[in-house]
């Protein structure tokens, strides 16, 4: 059983956690990349689960946009690929794991903090800011199947 985990940030990345272990960053991927990615593993996952996102005051126009479009290709290529998808809030997925941010922690803490417990969970793996979240969310759904 594999379980795939998806950050969709726009510095994110993906993960399979399972009979195999591999975490990849989405930075320089085409939308082609990430569907044959998905594409080539879609046998042996079980579940993909993608963290489900939105945007937030403050952000730029721009900047939402291309989070949209790119949450929405993340999306597709699961859907593409013939993987049974879940939609998990950041809050439900992260309160399980005990990845709860603190009132006053920088993002950069908190970022740092993430990267850890993956490293913990998976040392066998090279783990970045960029996978570090796909791999606990890989996690989170391993635990909940």
Known sequence: MIILGIDPGESGGCAFVGDILNAQSFKD???????KLFQSMALGVSRAYLE??????????????KFGQNYGM????????????????PMKWKRAMGLVKHPNETTTAYKNRSKAMAEQLFPSVRVTHATAEALLLAEYGRRMT
């Open 29 to 35: 991927k085409t939308e082609t990349d990430v569907l």
């Open 52 to 65: 489900a996102v939105h945007s937030f005051p403050g952000q730029g126009v721009a900047s939402s946009f």
């Open 74 to 89: 993340l999306r597709m290529a699961v859907i593409a690929a013939g993987i049974p998808l879940e939609l998990v809030s």
